[in-house]
């Protein structure tokens, strides 16, 4: 079986779905290889051999039809970009890193549209960070060779999707179709390639196409088209997020003209038992989730009783076979948080299946991959961990998780510190108050560097009409305890749900930039609305006051719902000024700025506070002493004595990449020195937190909740001796 990531999702670590499905048939004892089309493609014209040939059909382009301006110009630097093309792609992949220093004098790079972003790079990057000031201009000259070909040769290609529009509003086979039957342009002839030579040694008899967006169904199809071709014997599986989401419906039996079946859901089951079905029917005649032709009509398969398989019974992903070492780290923002997502080749792992919450009324909590929800022994999600570290050679992980549940991230801390690896690791998160300052500190000596969560709209009654199960005031504490704490913080924004008035709207930009002054959140994105077929909102629309109007479902994709929102706001023509503010606001700029600059039109004050996230900052949350279950615990700390004063002891506290000294009172380094290895986390009891502070508030006369707010307690925790909830 060969298994292929169409293009495009990442150029910078491929993406999960083929590794996870190459462990497990290989576990089943099944041969299979992998691959990423997207590297292939974009590594295939990125030489100075493939944009050669790009160059050559400009030129006739020109003659024939003409070229836009920036087209033209960067032609015209043809020679430049030939030059260059190799050395940025093999700087992109950590190679020969010592040309940083010419890119970063802009004197080397030819640069076009993109470049004109630029201002100050010293201001962004110091004038130290060479190599990430080089890496940044060499992601703009990449993006602008991307839209030059997007623009001419090849007008399907982004610099992460190919051809996204046709497959996003596919709600007929009929455009697909079209688009798949016309003469390929330079970009799909170079996909056929690609696909070809993985049958060069030999013919598979089984692809697997995993396609998790719009943007990767052309790029699937073409491909699965120029198999039929050459090899009509091989079997063309189609899988993913946009089949899950997208083809449920499914009644158009043309889409298997070029594909044989199409799977739903987790695609282990499915696959092995689909498997199972090609090597003898009669004896498996059962198939699972799957989509079929028979007699010209489509069939959706999904009698085999059982079959599937638990989130903590998976053998880790296999990454053998993709090429790690030739993926490109790339940025176009020279923001920290932003950067994750295209910077670094990153092991991409869950630590859950599904959403604990699955309430959020515009998500598709209906799915399974969002409805059922699993979990694994944090002992095995490191397991795994170590093996794809021992096969890929790299330490960093992004659990991809709907929502990564709190307590199966503090468990996976505690087994990471308890085990002792070195790791970097992020995830998406709910905002929720589980997150303490502590269990941050905890995620933080880890390994935990970012994490990215959805604040959505910042305004308590939508967030309530929601059903998000936070409040304002309760994700500013939350994401001040990850800042705190050191971990970088994305937050996903909406505009546009349903009943959202124009004050709203405003009040929520208000907010958001209150919480970029207080630097309790790095990084943001704001998208507007979208209502989905298998959402709360798309299910129930009267429910949210809003009307569907479209489209008309003709056999193929349905998940996208056009739709009317009469109480609401206008809410398209506010994108463009939210943006402009997120912006400036993750670049540091414009936090002083009236919310009217960034809008071309008027727009009412906003009616929220000046103060409101600094007041909400200072709001305290309820005591540790009224919840039960909170442990003391420490990982590798030293308390040392130095010296003592009037029933004082001054103590260095050392560990988890802190050091510090202050004072303790005399009774409570007594306690801890007798207590200390008790409470190491390799040992995983821990020390009871209630009893802990009512013996010290004892000792000491004063009550326990006093305790809790002296510097000195203070000054142990944020070293080291973590109240976690257990």
Same mark, same amino acid.
């Given at each position: 079986?060969?298994?292929?990531?169409?293009?495009?999702?990442?150029?910078?670590?491929?993406?999960?779905?083929?590794?996870?499905?190459?462990?497990?048939?290989?576990?089943?004892?099944?041969?299979?290889?992998?691959?990423?089309?997207?590297?292939?493609?974009?590594?295939?014209?990125?030489?100075?051999?493939?944009?050669?040939?790009?160059?050559?059909?400009?030129?006739?382009?020109?003659?024939?039809?003409?070229?836009?301006?920036?087209?033209?110009?960067?032609?015209?630097?043809?020679?430049?970009?030939?030059?260059?093309?190799?050395?940025?792609?093999?700087?992109?992949?950590?190679?020969?890193?010592?040309?940083?220093?010419?890119?970063?004098?802009?004197?080397?790079?030819?640069?076009?549209?993109?470049?004109?972003?630029?201002?100050?790079?010293?201001?962004?990057?110091?004038?130290?960070?060479?190599?990430?000031?080089?890496?940044?201009?060499?992601?703009?000259?990449?993006?602008?060779?991307?839209?030059?070909?997007?623009?001419?040769?090849?007008?399907?290609?982004?610099?992460?999707?190919?051809?996204?529009?046709?497959?996003?509003?596919?709600?007929?086979?009929?455009?697909?179709?079209?688009?798949?039957?016309?003469?390929?342009?330079?970009?799909?002839?170079?996909?056929?390639?690609?696909?070809?030579?993985?049958?060069?040694?030999?013919?598979?008899?089984?692809?697997?196409?995993?396609?998790?967006?719009?943007?990767?169904?052309?790029?699937?199809?073409?491909?699965?088209?120029?198999?039929?071709?050459?090899?009509?014997?091989?079997?063309?599986?189609?899988?993913?997020?946009?089949?899950?989401?997208?083809?449920?419906?499914?009644?158009?039996?043309?889409?298997?003209?070029?594909?044989?079946?199409?799977?739903?859901?987790?695609?282990?089951?499915?696959?092995?038992?689909?498997?199972?079905?090609?090597?003898?029917?009669?004896?498996?005649?059962?198939?699972?989730?799957?989509?079929?032709?028979?007699?010209?009509?489509?069939?959706?398969?999904?009698?085999?009783?059982?079959?599937?398989?638990?989130?903590?019974?998976?053998?880790?992903?296999?990454?053998?076979?993709?090429?790690?070492?030739?993926?490109?780290?790339?940025?176009?923002?020279?923001?920290?948080?932003?950067?994750?997502?295209?910077?670094?080749?990153?092991?991409?792992?869950?630590?859950?299946?599904?959403?604990?919450?699955?309430?959020?009324?515009?998500?598709?909590?209906?799915?399974?991959?969002?409805?059922?929800?699993?979990?694994?022994?944090?002992?095995?999600?490191?397991?795994?961990?170590?093996?794809?570290?021992?096969?890929?050679?790299?330490?960093?992980?992004?659990?991809?998780?709907?929502?990564?549940?709190?307590?199966?991230?503090?468990?996976?801390?505690?087994?990471?510190?308890?085990?002792?690896?070195?790791?970097?690791?992020?995830?998406?998160?709910?905002?929720?108050?589980?997150?303490?300052?502590?269990?941050?500190?905890?995620?933080?000596?880890?390994?935990?560097?970012? &994490?990215?969560?959805?604040?959505?709209?910042?305004?308590?009654?939508?967030?309530?009409?929601?059903?998000?199960?936070?409040?304002?005031?309760?994700?500013?504490?939350?994401?001040?305890?990850?800042?705190?704490?050191?971990?970088?913080?994305?937050?996903?924004?909406?505009?546009?749900?349903?009943?959202?008035?124009?004050?709203?709207?405003?009040?929520?930009?208000?907010?958001?930039?209150?919480?970029?002054?207080?630097?309790?959140?790095?990084?943001?994105?704001?998208?507007?609305?979208?209502?989905?077929?298998?959402?709360?909102?798309?299910?129930?629309?009267?429910?949210?006051? &809003?009307?569907?109007?479209?489209?008309?479902?003709?056999?193929?994709?349905?998940?996208?719902?056009?739709?009317?929102?009469?109480?609401?706001?206008?809410?398209?023509?506010?994108?463009?000024?939210?943006?402009?503010?997120?912006?400036?606001?993750?670049?540091?700029?414009?936090?002083?700025?009236?919310?009217?600059?960034?809008?071309?039109?008027?727009?009412?004050?906003?009616?929220?506070?000046?103060?409101?996230?600094?007041?909400?900052?200072?709001?305290?949350?309820?005591?540790?002493?009224?919840?039960?279950?909170?442990?003391?615990?420490?990982?590798?700390?030293?308390?040392?004595?130095?010296?003592?004063?009037?029933?004082?002891?001054?103590?260095?506290?050392?560990?988890?990449?802190?050091?510090?000294?202050?004072?303790?009172?005399?009774?409570? &380094?007594?306690?801890?020195?007798?207590?200390?290895?008790?409470?190491?986390?390799?040992?995983?009891?821990?020390?009871?937190?209630?009893?802990?502070?009512?013996?010290?508030?004892?000792?000491?006369?004063?009550?326990?909740?006093?305790?809790?707010?002296?510097?000195?307690?203070?000054?142990?925790?944020?070293?080291?001796?973590?109240?976690?909830?257990?």
């Amino acid at each position: 079986m060969l298994l292929l990531i169409p293009p495009l999702t990442q150029l910078n670590t491929p993406y999960p779905a083929t590794a996870y499905l190459k462990g497990f048939l290989v576990e089943q004892g099944y041969s299979v290889h992998q691959g990423d089309l997207g590297l292939d493609l974009i590594l295939e014209l990125f030489t100075k051999e493939g944009l050669s040939e790009i160059f050559d059909q400009l030129v006739e382009l020109q003659q024939t039809e003409g070229l836009d301006i920036e087209v033209s110009e960067m032609l015209r630097k043809r020679r430049l970009y030939e030059n260059t093309i190799e050395t940025v792609v093999g700087f992109l992949q950590h190679k020969h890193e010592t040309i940083a220093y010419r890119i970063a004098q802009r004197n080397f790079l030819p640069e076009g549209a993109r470049f004109q972003a630029v201002t100050d790079l010293e201001w962004y990057f110091g004038t130290n960070s060479v190599q990430d000031q080089a890496r940044y201009l060499c992601s703009l000259y990449l993006e602008d060779l991307v839209d030059m070909i997007g623009a001419s040769v090849g007008p399907h290609l982004e610099i992460s999707k190919y051809a996204e529009r046709i497959g996003r509003t596919a709600s007929s086979f009929e455009p697909i179709k079209e688009e798949l039957n016309f003469e390929p342009n330079l970009v799909d002839l170079k996909l056929q390639e690609m696909v070809a030579r993985y049958f060069e040694k030999e013919v598979h008899e089984v692809v697997g196409f995993t396609v998790p967006f719009g943007g990767n169904l052309y790029g699937a199809l073409k491909c699965a088209q120029w198999i039929r071709q050459h090899h009509p014997e091989t079997k063309i599986i189609l899988g993913g997020g946009y089949a899950n989401t997208e083809l449920r419906d499914l009644s158009d039996p043309q889409v298997f003209d070029y594909i044989d079946y199409i799977t739903l859901d987790d695609g282990e089951g499915p696959i092995l038992a689909l498997l199972k079905h090609l090597e003898d029917p009669e004896k498996h005649p059962h198939l699972k989730r799957t989509f079929h032709r028979k007699d010209g009509e489509v069939v959706f398969q999904d009698d085999l009783i059982g079959g599937d398989f638990g989130h903590a019974t998976f053998p880790a992903p296999d990454y053998s076979g993709l090429r790690m070492d030739e993926y490109l780290s790339m940025f176009d923002m020279p923001n920290p948080m932003n950067r994750l997502w295209n910077d670094g080749r990153w092991n991409k792992m869950t630590i859950a299946h599904g959403c604990y919450w699955k309430r959020c009324s515009f998500c598709d909590v209906t799915l399974d991959y969002i409805g059922r929800f699993e979990e694994a022994p944090a002992s095995k999600l490191v397991d795994r961990m170590e093996q794809v570290m021992a096969q890929t050679g790299e330490s960093g992980f992004h659990f991809v998780d709907e929502a990564a549940p709190p307590l199966a991230m503090r468990d996976l801390a505690m087994e990471i510190l308890k085990r002792g690896i070195q790791v970097s690791w992020w995830t998406n998160i709910r905002f929720e108050k589980t997150f303490t300052p502590d269990l941050c500190r905890l995620l933080a000596a880890s390994g935990c560097i970012a &994490v990215t969560g959805g604040l959505e709209v910042a305004s308590d009654r939508l967030l309530a009409l929601m059903e998000k199960g936070v409040t304002i005031d309760q994700v500013s504490r939350v994401t001040k305890a990850f800042s705190d704490a050191g971990i970088l913080v994305h937050a996903y924004l909406m505009y546009g749900f349903p009943t959202e008035t124009e004050q709203e709207t405003i009040d929520s930009l208000e907010v958001v930039r209150q919480l970029f002054e207080a630097k309790v959140v790095q990084s943001a994105f704001w998208h507007q609305f979208a209502m989905t077929a298998h959402s709360p909102v798309g299910k129930d629309p009267d429910k949210y006051q &809003v009307i569907r109007t479209g489209p008309e479902f003709m056999g193929f994709a349905n998940n996208d719902l056009y739709h009317e929102d009469p109480t609401g706001a206008d809410h398209e023509e506010y994108g463009e000024g939210l943006r402009k503010a997120l912006y400036n606001y993750m670049h540091d700029n414009g936090l002083d700025f009236p919310l009217q600059e960034f809008f071309d039109f008027p727009i009412p004050a906003p009616t929220v506070p000046r103060k409101r996230i600094q007041k909400a900052l200072k709001q305290r949350e309820e005591s540790i002493l009224k919840i039960p279950g909170y442990r003391f615990f420490q990982h590798g700390v030293l308390l040392t004595e130095v010296g003592r004063k009037k029933g004082q002891v001054k103590v260095e506290m050392q560990g988890n990449g802190r050091f510090e000294e202050f004072s303790l009172p005399e009774e409570v &380094v007594l306690d801890l020195n007798s207590k200390w290895v008790a409470m190491a986390m390799h040992l995983g009891e821990g020390l009871e937190v209630k009893a802990t502070l009512e013996t010290w508030a004892m000792m000491l006369g004063i009550s326990a909740d006093k305790i809790l707010e002296t510097e000195w307690f203070k000054a142990l925790s944020r070293n080291g001796l973590w109240t976690i909830r257990c």
